[in-house]
């Protein structure tokens, strides 16, 4: 088999976007995008706001294991030197790799094509690159993208096929070097002849050329189960039709007219088939069905028949192929005759079939293990031979070489495999170089890792730092001159916080437990700053027992080194309230945390408000209870603050959006009035100060799509870019962002993306705003960002051949573990705990929610094109005199982009701070 270190790999991105600034420049793609029909891709419209973001980047190389996330079937298709296989995975995202004729996977980890879809999709090539259609859960929709022939996806975010009355039933394609044919399930005309087939032809530019549809099959009776090829000059579609059972097809020619009307029966004998397939070997077609009959002289099998472009059959109107009940077959060409695979009687069959329709050597072939669900073929024979592809253990994309006579080629193998989970990032700047912590839950290492980052990106040292292998929850701070991690575990029944220094080099010295309690004061939500010659530690515990307790937050003031400056931790939240994750800053002279504060569970009124309280270095309470930020609000999540050395700004997020306020350093409020930096449903807040202005990170929306923006709050308490920029908004869910900047105008966004339902990864970006008056950092090191980018990782996940043995670690590659059959869930290592020890929590229930978490339903956007189109607008009239006037376009970009997102009733009763930054 080949090897796989051998293989060229490059990291699956898309099109690189030409990053301008100018209003021009961008105003130029807006028009064309805000005219067409087709939805243009999202993209983070930096240069509107005077941002500059860099190219996301990954703090280590994955360690992949085979992934158990399929959910569906396997399609697959070849475009004479590749395979591409596509499924959708169990958070319902559309997942694609390429497997080249020698069985190596070029995509080992998958790439995302677009989220919310359902069934199977359809694959197809013209010859040279990939399109992939899909349904979503929306009723009437069909999506699709294309890949070229690198593999490069051309059209991210995918579009509309067609938004008519198409039932959410899995769509067919076939390709040739004219384009291709999506066909779909139509229930427009339910009330009459039933659901119908309808096609549209796409352009190999991607223009939908029958947006309405054309109808391929429309007759009395639902028909279902298609397959469809591309001929010479058209396609044929092949069906099942109710009530018969039978079979039935349709013809389109190049223009996309029907020529069969309500088609043609495949033979004129009345029986009961089912499961058809149709290939074309370039002179004829292949249509291949099961026949569950038994009369006359044909007994249940698989049979097949030639029919010409002509609609003719030729030959014989059935010939068998193999005997047998209850088959399935899966059809492709090598140019003259035919290879029928499948199963029968549950065993497998490959059958070689002349140009006349006729089997020629019909065998029965060896069972391959675990395989499950729908096969399907593609390739053209020859040397190269054929690919099949299934579902592997039912939860995988597998594969298997088929050589040309039918023969098995090699071994079976997996083709979409899952990284080592990474979640919960957290971030802080030593005044030299950024130190990122984060979870990790690599097979036999779990923990949580640290690794430094230059101002300029780069990743210093050779590998992570691994600062603790079991905690619920760790953050790291500096004050400059030294820097340290503190972190919750449970050792027995007694829950821990400790803390540990960590060297400039990176190097993680002796822990210290700083505090001890019994196992029913759980703790979650660690956080950490510097300040006042020494750190002030603060999480969230659970006092009490089950329902009768609550979350309070607590503060612990620290020695440089990370001792405890006091007896025992601060109590800082009223009594009898139940308060979510807390936030840490400090002026100079205080520290402020703030936090959510509610009524305990099972309150009848529910009123989570955000407060702060000062506390001296020394850990006293300056304030004999906690001052209301916001005194209406009763539906906040979470909240975050920064310092600039003079006032605080304290962040929070609810339904309702994204809102501040400033603090004084005497713990006076200086806005009574809130300041709204956005009004879309948002979270997991996060701020610091750049050195001129209040940098506010969020995640805007919740569901499988959303994205994570940023603002700024002047010193004045200005919102300097109302509503908020995008600076990561791929069509996958990215969450859970911190930052921390250099303060001379540079700041590192931490955050997560979730590539599909098992993959989730840390990612880092830059953000610098071109107008902030301050010196840059240093030069960026990596390219701007590529409008909507999915990779598989920005670290090549190289290639993995079909021996499915570990490849050897070399740079830029993957590290593969061959664990054998893996469960169907990664351990999560920082998801809070309280019952992990022995009789850790006694009683102590499950915190609420995390903000994090994913969703799958569907997004709801406006059009991303209105929105360049209105921010290169408001660049055009925008100078740095003229602020306001900008945010007045961009507010009207965003409420276009967000007006159709529902906005969910979260729970109001807390949120369980997991979170740490």
Known sequence: ??????????????????????????????????????????????????????????????????????????????????????????????????????????????????????????????????????????????????????????????FVVTASAARTATPVAAGSAAGYLVAWRDGRNAATTGLDYFASRIGRDGAVLDPAGRPVLVAPGDQANASVAAGASGWLLVCEDAPSPDLRFGRLDASGAALDGAGRRVAVTARSRSAASVAFNGSNYLLAWSDRTSSGSLTPGIYAQVVSPSGAVVGAEANALVSGSNGTTTLASDGAAWLARGRIDSEFYSVQVASTGVATAPARAPALPDVRGRLALSGRGGAAGYLLVYSARGMNPGGLRIASDGAAVGSAFEMNFRANLQQTPGVAFDGTNFLVTWSDSRAGAAGWRARRVSPTGALLGASPTVLATVASGLVAASDGASTLALWHDVVGIESRTLTAPITPAGAVGPATVIDVGSGITARYSPMLIPGGGGYLAAWTSWLGSGGDGRYAVRAYPLTAAGAPRGAAPVGLSSAGRSNAAPGLSFDGANFLVSWVESPRTGSPSVCNSPVVALVTPAGDRLQATPTALSPTTCDAYSTASASDGANHLVAWTSPAGVFAARVSASGALLDATPRVLSSIVSDSPTVAFDGASFVVSWRRGADATSDLYVARVSPSGEVLDPGGVPVANEPVEESGPRLASTGTGRTLVMYSRRLSASAVRVRGRFVTFDDAGVTDAGPHDVSPIDSGAIDSGAIDSGAIDSTGSDAAVTPDTAVLTDRGTPTDSVPVIDAPSPDSGASADAGAPAPPEEEGGCSTAPSRRGSPAWAMLLGALALLSRTRRHRRGAGVAHRVAEAHRGAARETPRQARAGRSPTRTS
């Open 1 to 158: 088999m080949p090897d796989p270190t051998q293989s060229p790999t490059t990291a699956r991105r898309l099109a690189p976007t030409a990053h301008h600034r100018g209003a021009l420049a961008l105003l130029a793609p807006a028009l064309a995008l805000a005219g067409c029909g087709r939805e243009a891709p999202d993209t983070v419209a930096s240069t509107a706001q005077g941002l500059t973001v860099t190219a996301d980047f990954e703090l280590d190389a994955p360690v992949l294991e085979p992934a158990s996330t399929l959910s569906g079937e396997v399609s697959v298709a070849f475009n004479g030197t590749e395979h591409l296989a596509a499924w959708i995975d169990t958070s319902g995202v559309v997942m694609v790799t390429r497997i080249t004729a020698a069985g190596v996977v070029r995509d080992p980890q998958g790439v995302v094509l677009g989220p919310a879809a359902t069934g199977t999709p359809a694959v197809a090539s013209d010859g040279a690159g990939f399109l992939v259609a899909w349904t979503t859960p929306t009723v009437g929709q069909v999506r699709a993208a294309r890949l070229d022939a690198a593999g490069v996806v051309l059209d991210p975010g995918a």
